[in-house]
């Protein structure tokens, strides 16, 4: 009766352990927060409404008119990743700083359950970084994004650095959707340089990922990965489209190496405070930055027209379907 009345005890006890952790966390699961720790990503499905998936594509699309219409007037912009296809139509691969187009991303990035989930992960206090991009994969066309890290790009104190992505469209293996190489956020940050210029991706012809996981979800839901952890996207091979708004987020106590970076999607900028909490979404400002000891790397010289789209040199091996 001893024996049984302690393993009682001991079950009753760890159940309230776990509601207890559970508790502090508003919408991840301690499984989902465990393999975010330990893997590098997780994956929130049908986090948006139907109605707010409705209205983010009319978004887009409205987005997508201002380019074809920009792209024939022959205006140039940093707004706009481009390129021509084969029979000489508008390929349409990026859309930058959509949260300043568009007020239904204005209103996606400060969305409070995809907030609830970014606290979840790197704590109450956190603000965002001026890296808003909407990536598109048009069905049979959509570009390959190669292998990087995104840490590579905008190195902090410490990596309580996120990129939080709302799924447009259901996502497949088969147009496109996000690969991690899991675990790799507690590793090296692998050479993103070529002719000792930052070059967006993984250059190291060597590199062979392996144990790849597939972000398969359906449409509404929200991916989230380390800022360290490697990953990339294959070709849109399907006839269905594979569209995906990105959003980054940090922790106050991180502070970015290069300084503020600003509107003009460049990776550094001035050691300016007001700038930096002029970014805050949630919390309290911070004056005493987090220190820790993991690798970095700077991305200098950075070109701020540089693309992952657009690679004009021999790299790793692209992600395949």
């Known amino acids: 009766m001893e024996v049984i009345l302690r393993s009682f005890c001991y079950r009753t006890l760890m159940v309230r352990c776990a509601r207890k952790y559970n508790s502090f966390n508003k919408i991840l699961t301690s499984d989902q927060v465990e393999q975010y720790r330990e893997e590098g990503y997780t994956v929130v499905k049908n986090l948006l409404s139907e109605e707010e998936l409705?209205?983010?594509?009319?978004?887009?699309?409205?987005?997508?008119?201002?380019?074809?219409?920009?792209?024939?007037?022959?205006?140039?912009?940093?707004?706009?990743?481009?390129?021509?296809?084969?029979?000489?139509?508008q390929i349409l691969n990026r859309i930058r700083f959509p949260c300043e187009l568009h007020e239904t991303f204005y209103n996606l990035q400060r969305h409070d359950k995809i907030l609830d989930c970014v606290e979840d992960l790197i704590g109450p206090s956190f603000r965002y970084i001026a890296q808003d991009k909407l990536n598109l994969k048009p069905a049979c066309t959509g570009a390959a994004v190669r292998?990087?890290?995104?840490?590579?790009?905008?190195?902090?104190?410490?990596?309580?650095?996120?990129?939080?992505?709302?799924?447009?469209?259901?996502?497949?293996?088969?147009?496109?959707?996000?690969?991690?190489?899991?675990?790799?956020?507690?590793?090296?940050?692998?050479?993103?340089?070529?002719?000792?210029?930052?070059?967006?991706?993984?250059?190291?012809?060597?590199?062979?990922?392996n144990n790849l996981v597939y972000l398969e979800a359906p449409a509404g839901s929200l991916t989230l990965h380390n800022a360290r952890v490697v990953h990339g996207s294959a070709k849109n091979t399907s006839n269905q489209p594979?569209?995906?708004?990105?959003?980054?987020?940090?922790?106050?106590?991180?502070?970015?190496?290069?300084?503020?970076?600003?509107?003009?999607?460049?990776?550094?900028?001035?050691?300016?405070?007001?700038?930096?909490?002029?970014?805050?979404?949630?919390?309290?400002?911070?004056?005493?930055?987090?220190?820790?000891?993991?690798?970095?790397?700077?991305?200098?010289?950075?070109?701020?027209?540089?693309?992952?789209?657009?690679?004009?040199?021999?790299?790793?091996?692209?992600?395949?379907?």
């Open 54 to 89: 409705k209205q983010t594509r009319v978004a887009l699309d409205e987005l997508k008119e201002r380019s074809i219409k920009s792209f024939q007037a022959g205006e140039k912009s940093d707004i706009y990743e481009v390129e021509r296809g084969a029979d000489g139509k």
């Open 147 to 209: 292998w990087h890290q995104d840490w590579a790009f905008f190195p902090h104190t410490n990596d309580s650095v996120l990129t939080a992505s709302i799924l447009l469209h259901d996502t497949t293996r088969s147009n496109g959707c996000l690969q991690i190489v899991p675990g790799t956020h507690k590793g090296p940050i692998l050479s993103h340089y070529f002719n000792n210029t930052f070059a967006n991706v993984i250059t190291d012809k060597k590199f062979k990922p």
């Open 242 to 321: 594979r569209s995906t708004l990105c959003f980054v987020f940090t922790a106050m106590d991180a502070w970015p190496l290069l300084g503020v970076g600003g509107r003009d999607f460049m990776n550094s900028g001035p050691v300016d405070y007001d700038l930096f909490t002029a970014t805050l979404l949630r919390g309290n400002s911070c004056f005493t930055p987090r220190m820790e000891n993991i690798p970095v790397s700077l991305p200098i010289p950075f070109h701020a027209t540089s693309s992952v789209f657009k690679i004009e040199f021999e790299t790793a091996d692209e992600p395949a379907p």
